[in-house]
């Protein structure tokens, strides 16, 4: 089976009726989890951004106490888990204001790691990866933004 183009499903979809869309997104949200978990983002949370960040935070913060700190391969193994899942938040949000407060948590919950994140080269680069994308994403927001965001992130460097 060739898949179609998303120029071709969303020309499909406009032909569609209301009950036939509603069919199809409660169909989409049974083969997966990120199905669910995006609509569930875009039906419920989308108009409190400050709440699904909150509760991002609380999971990211929860996740990372239960890190198997018996060796850095545990721990590597978990904060990448980690940061894949605060990725996936981010791609269900679209907002880069929203992009900077998780990563920036998800950095400063690193950073806060014991034993010490400094003492492992790969979570070393995961960290440096991740201060990058904050920069670029900060380089995109308003001016006040940008200085607000800038000062947290001199003081997580």
Not at 10 to 35: A, D, G, P, T
Not at 65 to 92: A, E, G, H, M, Q
Not at 117 to 142: G, P
């Given at each position: ?47 409190d951004e400050d709440a699904f960040i909150l509760g991002v935070k609380q999971e990211v ?36 204001e929203t992009e900077v407060e998780l990563l920036l948590y998800f950095c400063w919950e ?48």
């Open positions: 089976m060739k898949t179609a183009t998303v120029r071709e499903l969303k020309i499909e979809l406009q032909y569609r009726s209301q009950i036939e869309l509603v069919e199809l997104c409660l169909r989409l949200s049974k083969f997966k989890k990120e199905n669910k978990e995006l609509l569930t983002y875009l039906l419920f949370e989308q108009t913060e929860a996740d990372f106490k239960l890190i198997n700190r018996n060796s850095y391969f545990y721990i590597k193994k978990s904060v990448r888990k980690i940061l894949r899942n605060t990725k996936k938040y981010i791609r269900y949000s679209k907002k880069k690193l950073k806060e790691l014991q034993p010490n994140y400094k003492s492992n080269v790969s979570l070393v680069n995961i960290f440096d990866r991740q201060i990058l994308s904050i920069k670029k994403a900060i380089a995109t927001l308003h001016e006040d933004l940008q200085y607000d965001y800038g000062l947290e992130l001199e003081e997580l460097s």
